[in-house]
């Protein structure tokens, strides 16, 4: 499987970074795409090389946005992660978000019917999906977390999305995770 992060400036770092290294960590791989070349700058002034530019003729079988701000935006904006969102998701991909970019994802029309969660505020984005205040929601290809604290949860449950319950678990425990 393959799985793309892509980054926009303003990105979320914990988002980011905990995404990829546990992802990666569980053995998958991972892509990192800028919106444009060379390095993107998350909210914090954290620079990250990605592995390359965006394209919206890329095959993944999933994408997972981090949020952060303006990085939520700039993604929600950008024609190419929208067409690749309902790409992946037409094929039974999975799609994911946390903290403010599930509004991305309601950009693109992929939570129309779904339960979902996101930073508290930007709900009001949001129509037609139904809020659950929770840290991580699944609802059938669609994961959603709610913000930075909630990242290493919300890259779990994509882990048990691919990999299964068991692997999830064994990472957790590896990671030193006590919850």
């Known amino acids: 499987m393959k799985i793309l992060v892509p980054l926009a400036e303003g990105f979320e770092e914990i988002e980011a970074i905990t995404i990829i ?37 890329m095959d993944y079988d999933a994408i997972v946005l981090p949020g952060g701000m303006p990085g939520s935006t700039n993604l929600k904006k950008d024609g190419r992660v929208i067409k690749l969102l309902k790409d992946i998701s037409a094929k039974g991909g999975l799609t994911a978000a946390i903290c403010a970019a599930p509004i991305v994802l309601a950009e693109a029309g992929l939570l129309d019917g779904k339960k979902y969660t996101c930073y508290p505020g930007y709900e009001e ?55």
């Open 125 to 179: 984005e949001i129509k037609g999906g139904q809020h659950l205040l929770e840290p991580v929601v699944a609802d059938g290809n669609v994961i959603t977390g709610q913000g930075a604290a909630c990242a290493l949860p919300f890259a779990l449950r994509i882990v048990e999305y691919y990999k299964g319950k068991d692997v999830a678990l064994k990472l957790k425990e590896q990671m030193m995770a006590f919850w």
């Open 21 to 57: 290294d546990t992802l990666r960590r569980a053995g998958v791989y991972v892509y990192i795409a800028s919106l444009l070349s060379g390095s993107v700058k998350g909210s914090h002034g954290v620079e990250l090389v990605p592995d390359g530019v965006l394209s919206d003729q």
